[in-house]
Structures are given as structure tokens and as C-alpha cells.
């Protein structure tokens, strides 16, 4: 079977209907970029940039972070790099930073990323203008962690045009062009995501927290890792709800969460009208074996059936689906 997904290596992932999807990786060292080259992605659409500060004893250096982003940049080529600004606080906390601030008794719903971020200006401050130096010249596309109301966004957005006007004024060659989008994991922004999408050119739903929050239980906590499945009338019909108004608005909607690299789960999504993922490496062969092999326009009608009335074992019931079409 290995052999047969790096043959996948060069083929696209394209449906039996004729629908080219996107699959990307999600990354976050260095030398995750040979994954790139490894299973022949479309890009890295999640690159969790908080690895070079977890992995290191003090706060990473300007330079150290535009010397690794420009790294990145370079083996990426000219496949898209989406950068996440750092999600870190909550259970990612870092010795370095105050410790004080680390004693929460809920860390996934802390003090972290884009909360932290907005707060200590400094630390933001200094990734953007490490982002912005290392893009000079190409496209920079960046996104902000656990936004939960769209003036989060704005305020970061904010904080990224001052640092670039900041640079270019002191004659620092800027990106030719910055694409600024949101993560989706609190579900209160999808409540608002008619003020956020007008701002954005792009949203990526991290399904990893979205799960946590919107069911109310600890992603870490293996008492509930079965009890709750991505595979449930509640978590898809809430995907589904963001497909046509970020169509509408011209915005590119991913799934970066672990569910889009599982091939039952990146099915569903499929079905739903998803058309991008961003997943583990190991996972792009798979999944573009199973993109090969479906009927997206079947599977969308299925879907649309199916979520009228989600059964209980929806994960059974698209199983069979699957089965009964070949996939
Ligand atoms: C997610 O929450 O689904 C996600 C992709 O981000 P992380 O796993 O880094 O929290
Ligand atoms: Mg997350």
C-alpha cells in the first residue's frame, strides 16, 4: 500500500467527477518542508510556527525566526505557505514567558495564541516583522490562532500593517502581497463570520479544538476520545454551515484539524463542499486515493440526505456508503 500511495505522488487529487481538490501539509520545523516534495502536496496550509519556541530554552531571536521562515519559503517554492502565528500559552506554555501566567486550571481555554499575542505586543511584534522581512518580495499569507470575535482579527491585522509600513518607511523590501486570514476553533466566531469574512482571504477550520469546544470536552482526555466522534450530525452540520457564505464572500475555506486526514472523516468533509485540506504528511497518499476514487456529486446528494436526520452511527452509515461506491 505504501507503494502504491507514493506512486500517488505526482497525480492529483482529482474526483471521478472532475473536481480538483487541494491537499496540503501541515508543518512546523524545518525539515518538515521535505514533505512537500515527499507526497507531492499543493503547500503547506498550517505551519504551526509556536515548534521553534517550544523546542527552544529562550525566546527565539528575530533573526532566528525570519531565518527559519525564510527557510521555509525557499524549499516551499512556489507552493503556497500558509504561516499561523504563535499559538502559545494554555498548555503550550513556554518557561520563558511569565510564569505566573501559566497557572490556569482550564489551559485550552486560556490565556493563549491570539489572546496572548494581542496583550504582549512585543512577541507579535517581533514575528511580524521576522514574517514580513523573511516574504520580501513574494506573497505572505498569515493567520491568526483561536480567534473568537472579529475584532481580534482586526487588531492583529492591525499590528502587522503598522510593522510593515514601519519597515518599508526604513527601506526594508516588504511582500509583493499579504493574504490575511482567521482560524476557525471557537465556535462563537462562526456566530459573527459575516463581519470577519468581508476581511479575510481565507479561513481554516482547526477541527482538533473546534471538537473540544463545541462538544465541551478535553481533546486530551482519552475517557472521551470515543465518546465523542468528528463523525457526528453536530459537527457536520456545523462545517456545512460554513460553506456557502465563505463561497459567496470569495473566501478559501480549509479544514487543517487531524479529521481532514483521516479518509472516512476527509470524505465526509468532501461531501459537505470542502475542497481544501491541510494534513499530516503521512496522510496525503491515502487521501488522494480516496479523492480519486469518489463521485463528489453522489456523495453530495447522499450528504445533504443524510443531515437532515443524522443517524446515531454516522460513522456506520458512510462506511456503507463508501463501500456500496466503490471508494
Ligand atoms: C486545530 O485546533 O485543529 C489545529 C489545527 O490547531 P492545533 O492542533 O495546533 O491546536
Ligand atoms: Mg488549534
Known sequence: RRAVF???????????DGHRLTVMVNAGLRDDVAALDVTGAD???????????LVSATLPSRERQQKLY?????????????FRTVDIGGDKALP?????????????MGWRAIRLALERGGLMKVQARALLEAAAGRTLSVMFPMVSEPWEFDEARALFEAQREWLSARGKKMPNEIRYGAMLEV????????????????????TNDLTQFLFAADRANPKLAERYDWLSGAILRFLAKLVAP???????LTVCGEMGGRPLEAMALI???IERLSITPAAVGPIKAMVRSLDRAALAAFMADLLKTPPRDMRGALLAWAGENGV
Open 187 to 206: 465556535p462563537a466566531l462562526a456566530e459573527q463570520l459575516d463581519l470577519l469574512l468581508p476581511n479575510i482571504s481565507f479561513l481554516s477550520v482547526g
Open 6 to 16: 507514493a506512486a500517488l505522488k505526482t497525480e492529483a487529487p482529482v474526483t471521478k
Open 43 to 53: 503547500g503547506i496550509g498550517l505551519f504551526r510556527t509556536e515548534f521553534q519556541f
Open 70 to 82: 525564510r527557510d521555509v519559503l525557499d524549499a516551499a517554492g512556489d507552493r503556497p505557505v500558509i
Open 271 to 273: 461531501g459537505l463542499g
Open 246 to 252: 465563505t463561497r459567496a464572500a470569495g473566501v478559501q
Open 96 to 108: 520563558y514567558l511569565n510564569k505566573e501566567d501559566a497557572d490556569e486550571e482550564n489551559p485550552a
